[in-house]
């Protein structure tokens, strides 16, 4: 008796084999999340030529925007008048609690995509 290990290959268990991995391949490289091309034109809102003077501006303005709103609606609770009363005249304090909350929702927003990127090559 024989006792060689040697597995048994059909010819064409072996090519449907690598059809199925040439075949998955492609789809993982065309659906890569670290693949993917970003085109800047498709998220910022700006003329042409004029790209960097609204980046200027939406970097100063969303923080400030999402800080204020952020201590509105959560340290102030919806009420205008405890609103006022902060006394906050810092403008740097109000921008960097947007810059945080802005951030957050971005990595928030980031890691979905990523986790949905794997469920599209399943």
Partial sequence: MNN???TIRVNSNISSAKSFQNRNNKKRQ???FAQKEINIHDYVFA???Y???MFIIYF???PYLAGLGFLYLFIAKGDFSNFLNFKISSF???WAIGYEVVAAI???IIINSF???FKSVA
């Fill in 60 to 62: 100063i303005t969303i």
């Fill in 92 to 94: 740097f304090v109000i």
């Fill in 51 to 53: 790209e960097t003077f």
């Fill in 115 to 117: 986790i949905k990127s």
């Fill in 30 to 32: 065309t659906n890569s």
């Fill in 4 to 6: 060689d290990n040697k």
């Fill in 106 to 108: 971005l990595l928030t």
């Fill in 47 to 49: 003329p042409e030529g």
